[in-house]
């Protein structure tokens, strides 16, 4: 039972720009507490892609990016690459569960 | 360079203990970060277990707390996870994480390759 949720899938042509979205609620995002990134290709371990919200990790592409407002938060694919095709999750803390939380994840698909 | 590997068995009988161990390297464990545990259930989400600090401080996923135990073994750079009373609701694949805690961040930014166990008869 994901608190943080998100759109199953979204789709976009090579190049085109995609947006995947993360609601959460007043106990996590809108609490102030950072949002996280995280990129799965199949049958991988996941991957840190954005960090407190706006930060990529060295060697993470600029054609991601985060953002966040209020108790949602966006991840931004630029230049879409067939390689982008993936899963994607946001996480963040949630000070009702005193832990941490994925969202419901969303598989981007290159046409 | 920061590598997690994850063992233990694969096969974890209902109603039986499931116990895996994450050898951490390139690092050690006493240092300034935390250590989790995260599961993904076969074509699911992710999910938290548990984490835990060199000095034995723990946090639990309070969903599993009552069945899970988390333990840090300093000497051999490694630490464990146990679930007790398991069903075939606990198979997936079991990460093992290194956890940043940045004020009101936290990520994780080092993940071991993952381990699958399947919980059946």
């Known amino acids: 039972q994901s608190v943080l949720t998100q759109p199953p899938s979204v789709s976009g042509a090579p190049g085109q720009r995609v947006t995947i979205s993360c609601t959460g609620s007043n106990s996590n995002i809108g609490a102030g507490y950072g949002i996280q990134w995280y990129q799965q290709l199949p049958g991988t371990a996941p991957k840190l892609l954005i960090y407190g919200n706006t930060n990529r990790p060295s060697g993470v592409p600029d054609r991601f990016s985060g953002s966040k407002s209020g108790t949602s938060a966006s991840l931004a694919i630029t230049g879409l690459q067939a390689e982008d095709e993936a899963d994607y999750y946001c996480?963040?803390?949630?000070?009702?569960?005193?832990?941490?939380?994925f969202g419901t994840g969303t598989q981007v698909t290159v046409l | 360079q920061v590598q997690l590997q994850e063992s233990g068995p694969g096969l974890a009988k209902p109603s039986g203990t499931l116990s895996l161990t994450c050898a951490v390297s390139g690092d050690s464990i006493s240092t300034n970060y935390w250590w989790s545990w995260v599961r993904q259930p076969p074509g699911k989400g992710l999910e938290w277990i548990a984490e835990i600090y060199h000095t034995g401080s723990t946090k639990y996923n309070p969903s599993l707390t009552s069945r899970v135990t988390i333990s840090v073994d300093r000497p051999n750079n490694q630490f464990s996870l146990r679930l007790t009373s398991v069903t075939a609701a606990d198979t997936a694949m079991y990460y093992c994480?290194?956890?940043?805690?940045?004020?009101?961040?936290?990520?994780?930014?080092?993940w071991g390759q993952g381990t699958l166990v399947t919980v059946s008869a």
């Open positions: 996480q963040s803390y949630d000070s009702n569960l005193n832990g941490y939380v």
């Open positions: 994480a290194r956890v940043v805690h940045r004020g009101s961040y936290f990520h994780f930014d080092y």
